[in-house]
Structure formats: C-alpha cells, structure tokens
C-alpha cells in the first residue's frame, strides 16, 4: 500500500469519527447531553470528550506535540474536577456526570480541533513511520499503525456508543 493511500484511509476514517460524534451531539441541549441511560451509563456528553481526549492524547504523543486539550486552552474552557492529563480511563461514575452540563459547541469545538490536529498529523506520515516501534510495554511492542488504528477503533465504539444513547432520547 502506498504512502498516499495509508494517510487517506487513515483521514477518511477519523472523518468518520468526526461525523458520526457530530451526529450523536449536535443540536442537543446539555441536559440531553448529560443524560445518562438508566442513571449509570456514559452520557453523550461523557462519550465524546473521551473519544475526543484519548485521540488527543495518543495523537500528540505520536506526533511528540502538545495536546489541544492544554496547548489550545480547552482544559480551561471545560474547567472539569480533575487532572488536565485525564482521558477518562477509570473514570467513576461522579467523574462521568462531572463532563455533564458542557454545551455540544463546545464538545465538538474541541473535537473539531483534535480532528485538524490528528489529520494533520497523519498527512505527514510515510510509509517507514508505520512501523515504528511507539511503546515497548507490550509483546509484541507496539507500532505507530498499530496505536492509530487502536485509537480509531476505540473512538468509533464511542462514537457509536453516543449515537446509540442520541436514537434513545427520541
């Protein structure tokens, strides 16, 4: 597979993470956003900040680049009780109501920068990157196609998750 072709289907598919969090959360009040399906679990509102901050984090250390979260100021602007480094992984159920409340604007602004950054990035890819070992903690160790393609498989779950949770409220 050529270069060229590696780097489009790698940016059609985080298009497709793009779409369908759109999808899930826009025109939604952050109530709905907020709501949580049974009372317990993940909200729309919860579902795409992780999605969104797990591509952030695993892209910008790919990239070796500081994460949009914090160099672009969107820590600040969610103002969530927690660590800037948090990405959701372990998250309790108060963590998962504390992302409740945010507004779809700013949900997707921020995930629409993430989506330029992590596009961005994948167009500067060759084909001798995709090898690239990126973590040894693993056996066998981990290459850079193998984390992107991690990466998007776990923000398409999500991303289905929340549409999933968008076609419950009516």
């Known amino acids: 597979m050529s270069t060229e072709t590696s780097t489009a289907l790698l940016t059609d598919a985080l298009d497709r993470v793009r779409e369908v969090a759109h999808q899930a959360a826009d025109g939604l009040t952050p109530d709905q956003l907020a709501h949580r399906v049974d009372g317990t679990a993940n909200s729309i509102a919860w579902l795409v900040w992780h999605l969104t901050r797990v591509q952030d984090d695993h892209v910008a250390e790919l990239a070796g680049v500081e ?46 920068a993430v989506h330029r950054a992590s596009t961005e990035y994948v167009r500067t890819l060759t084909d001798e990157d995709f090898g690239r070992v990126v973590d040894q903690r693993w056996d066998p160790p981990v290459t850079l196609s193998v984390r992107l393609v991690s990466v998007l498989s776990d923000d398409l779950q999500h991303a289905g998750q929340a549409a999933f949770v968008r076609g419950l409220l009516g």
């Open 67 to 112: 994460q949009t979260w914090t160099g672009q100021g969107w820590a600040e602007k969610f103002d969530l009780p927690f660590d800037d480094s948090a990405t959701g992984y372990g998250h309790t159920s108060d963590d998962v109501d504390a992302v409740g409340g945010r507004t779809a604007d700013l949900l997707l602004g921020y995930h629409d």
